[in-house]
């Protein structure tokens, strides 16, 4: 918060009041009496002001309105951070001119069949292996994934092909097996504001991947990232999935207006998931290249050799071949926006 305009009709004593709680904060103030509006300016680290405080200022007598000009979060800001932030995973930077590409199947489903994708996005052009081996399913019913098996596959498909590993933690009780297997924790949209796994993924010296909620708004996003930058972890990657909308036709909304957005209020490198974002195969190659012309800083898609007996997404996987031409087809965007792939 760093301005508060007070109504015409605001006594001195309002105004005293004001500046008491102001000063209880370590902050100073400036009161310029204009001849319609009162402004009071504040002076020093405002961010140490709440948002529960900043709205009990703004409903004190005589408040007409309070503009907070310093955000919410302040790690994550652009404000205090001035340059992009890059983050290097075993020699691949993220963050920098060169656009990664991560591929991989949903879930891990099983060691053979992961090695055979993992090859053909590696011979394609992705850059890191993704692949689940906690899934999030709506359904008790539906396959979890193969746990700390799944994630033996990945690091296994990782020596074979040299393609570092994302995929998903659910339960900070698994962080240390985490530890042991990926190069990036990815932190799933229904885990966005768990905020104690977000501590811990805080704690790590690993990079995160954090997926915007299902109904998130860019603030809580960030005030996501926020959580995991406060412990110490400044290795932090958004990654815009789709949001829920009224709209039905697709899986999700892609907010690909997030991806400049972004690049304005924050420091840290934006990843584009376009397969959650539709939820369908077929528009999943352009919903790729208008993220790179948006400015995403990365990709994550969805392939599967089989997407027709894939235990899960398989309606939005791409197949080896089809994932190949669209890796070149976006190559002429990425260098239209200054970028390369
Ligand atoms: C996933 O990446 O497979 C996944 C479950 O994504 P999200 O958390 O975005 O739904
Ligand atoms: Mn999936």
Excluded at 195 to 208: A, H, I, M, Q, Y
């Amino acid at each position: 918060m760093d301005i508060i305009v007070l109504r015409p009709d605001t006594s001195e004593e309002d105004i005293r009041h004001i500046l008491k709680k102001l000063e209880s904060k370590g902050l100073k103030a400036n009161v310029s009496q204009g001849t319609e509006r009162t402004i009071i300016g504040v002076i020093g680290d405002t961010s140490k002001i709440t948002e529960e405080e900043e709205d009990a200022i703004r409903a004190a007598n005589g408040v007409e309105n309070v503009v907070r000009i310093v955000k919410p979060y302040k790690l994550a800001s652009r404000d205090f951070k001035k340059d992009n932030t890059e983050i290097n995973v075993r020699g691949i930077i993220i963050g920098g001119k060169k656009i990664p590409v991560i591929a991989g199947p949903c879930a891990v489903e099983g060691k053979d069949i992961l090695a055979g994708i993992a090859e053909k996005v590696k011979a394609a052009g992705a850059t890191f292996l993704r692949g689940g081996a906690y899934k999030p399913r709506t359904s008790p019913y539906s396959f979890q994934g193969l746990g700390e098996e799944g994630l033996k596959y990945l690091a296994a498909a990782r020596d074979k092909t040299g393609l570092p590993v994302v995929t998903e933690i659910m339960d900070p009780r698994d962080m240390d097996v985490m530890m042991e297997y990926t190069d990036i924790i990815q932190i799933g949209a229904r885990n966005m504001q768990n905020f104690r796994l977000l501590l811990e993924v805080g704690s790590v010296n690993k990079p995160v991947m954090l997926k915007r909620g299902l109904s998130s708004t860019i603030k809580e996003w960030l005030m996501s990232a926020e959580y995991i930058m406060s412990r110490g972890n400044h290795n932090v990657i958004l990654c815009e999935r789709g949001i829920r909308t009224f709209e039905t036709a697709t899986r999700n909304t892609l907010d690909l207006s997030a991806v400049p957005l972004l690049k304005q209020l924050t420091h840290l490198p934006v990843v584009v998931d376009p397969s959650h974002g539709v939820g369908k195969w077929d528009l999943v190659a352009p919903m790729s290249k208008a993220a790179i012309a948006a400015g995403a800083d990365g990709l994550i898609i969805e392939v599967h050799t089989n997407p027709e007996e894939a235990f899960s997404d398989g309606e939005q996987s791409l197949k080896p071949d089809f994932f190949a031409k669209l890796m070149q087809e976006m190559k002429p965007i990425a260098q239209a926006v200054g970028r390369e792939i």
